[in-house]
């Protein structure tokens, strides 16, 4: 089953803008995490948000997480054309060692 | 840096014939998954391992097997395949970490039952 909703389901910006894509969850979390999948090809990991934290940093991407509205957002600052793909929120839970997926947000940034 | 491979980028398969989808993570990890993607369905669950010989069926098992008889390999197993069984198969690996901590994903294999 589902836990993380990404919002919006599809974004379409221009080469230079910021994007911003948001993930909700429904129950208490460890963790919550971002991929980016290019097309026809696996997920890779972008970052992870411990439930004690609030915000992160990896380059271009900002992540912030808040436990209190159950939701999670994704800012790519300065996006390029490269960052067309797909974004998914995961988030992990309890004792489990599986995360649950979203259904993603597409990406598409125009050069 | 992890690595995730899979034996296929692209299958072709004929319906009923049985399908070895082969998993090999470099990292030692403990825990290994199969996925499969479909459009509008996101990533659902078919099996995952947590140790070698141990399986647990995730949220879609049925019409699949699974086989672990070394660490580093994990095989998804269509015992006879049916059309709507045609999907992208992603496999991934992570460590023996409660909370499920992060997944490394191998590139994909699209499997087309005709």
């Known amino acids: 089953s589902q836990q993380g909703e990404e919002d919006p389901q599809a974004l379409s910006i221009q080469e230079g803008e910021n994007a911003t894509m948001n993930c909700s969850y429904k129950t208490s979390i460890n963790n919550l995490q971002w991929y980016r999948q290019n097309s026809g090809r696996g997920l890779v990991h972008l970052i992870l948000i411990r439930s004690n934290e609030r915000e992160k940093h990896s380059g271009r991407l900002r992540v912030t997480l808040d436990t209190s509205k159950k939701s999670s957002s994704l800012l790519i600052t300065a996006s390029r054309a490269a960052d067309t793909a797909s974004y998914f929120c995961?988030?992990?839970?309890?004792?489990?060692?599986?995360?649950?997926f979203g259904r993603g947000t597409s990406l598409i940034v125009h050069p | 840096d992890v690595k995730v491979t899979q034996s296929s980028r692209y299958l072709v398969k004929r319906t009923g014939e049985k399908v070895f989808l082969e998993c090999v993570q470099d990292m030692d990890h403990e825990n290994m998954f199969w996925y499969r993607q479909d459009p509008g369905l996101g990533l659902r669950l078919i099996y995952f391992?947590?140790?070698?010989?141990?399986?647990e069926k995730g949220d879609i098992p049925e019409g699949y097997s699974v086989s672990r008889e070394k660490k580093e390999r994990f095989s998804l197993i269509l015992e006879s395949a049916s059309t709507n069984q045609t999907s992208m198969y992603l496999c991934?690996?992570?460590?023996?970490?409660?909370?499920?901590?992060?997944?490394?994903f191998g590139p994909g294999t699209r499997l087309l039952v005709l």
């Open positions: 391992s947590y140790d070698v010989k141990m399986k």
């Open positions: 995961a988030t992990g839970s309890g004792g489990s060692y599986i995360p649950t």
């Open positions: 991934a690996s992570s460590p023996e970490v409660a909370g499920a901590e992060t997944q490394y």
